[in-house]
């Protein structure tokens, strides 16, 4: 079965500074798919990245960027440029065929 | 558009009652989901829908129905609500599934006493 690991419970960064959220993940799967989704205090779910298994790039998206090493099944989260806005819940999470299995999260604190 | 919206955002219920959560989409998306969320916890799969009339289990599914007679609406039926149901409830929609990640609604806080 597949399992989701964020081992950091809480983190805390300072405005501008950067940031990175560990994850790793347990699957027997060749072809896969891995996102990040963001949870503010609105508790909101909001999709921040995602990267598919077979793509050796690193997916990027603004000041977010994704470390991907499939061989250690490792996904972390870079975070550039921290804003105030970016504190939160983030979830790591594997997509099955028809749905995520989640981390179980790490929040960050953006200090001003 | 509305995206996914999800009725209601907060609802306290009695042990023993039933109750229906209610969540429409306007995305035409075929994939639909529902999630729990606990604390300390991450999001949990209950059931999901690849399409109308097609409905399936996901990882906690017991306490829990659900029916797809349309593609805008999955509605998440609590047939006797329990304590252990006390939770914030999410449905999300996709319009392919496992590559293009889905659309969350803002959830339904639900309390059992």
């Known amino acids: 079965a597949q399992t989701v690991t964020q081992s950091q419970p809480e983190m805390s960064v300072q405005e501008a500074e950067t940031v990175t959220l560990s994850c790793t993940y347990d699957t027997s799967e060749s072809n896969y798919y891995l996102f990040w989704y963001k949870q503010p205090p609105s508790r909101q779910m909001i999709l921040v990245i995602r990267q598919e298994a077979y793509k050796q790039q690193n997916a990027t998206e603004n000041r977010f960027s994704v470390n991907f090493q499939k061989a250690a099944k490792s996904f972390s989260l870079k975070i550039s440029d921290s804003q105030l806005g970016d504190t939160a819940m983030y979830f790591c999470?594997?997509?099955?065929?028809?749905?995520?299995?989640f981390g179980t999260g790490t929040r960050l604190k953006v200090l001003a | 558009n509305a995206g996914v919206t999800q009725t209601p955002k907060f609802q306290v219920l009695k042990t023993g009652q039933s109750m229906t959560l209610q969540c429409a989409q306007d995305m035409n998306h075929e994939y639909m989901s529902w999630y729990r969320q606990d604390p300390g916890m991450g999001l949990r799969l209950i059931h999901y829908?690849?399409?109308?009339?097609?409905?399936d289990q996901g990882e906690v599914p017991n306490g829990y129905n659900v029916s797809r007679s349309t593609t805008e609406d999955f509605p998440l039926r609590l047939l006797s609500a329990a304590p252990s149901q006390t939770s914030v409830y999410f449905c999300?929609?996709?319009?392919?599934?496992?590559?293009?990640?889905?659309?969350f609604g803002s959830g339904t806080r639900l309390t059992v006493v």
């Open positions: 999470a594997f997509m099955k065929e028809y749905g995520y299995i």
């Open positions: 999300a929609s996709s319009i392919q599934g496992r590559s293009y990640g889905y659309t």
């Open positions: 829908s690849v399409g109308a009339g097609i409905t």
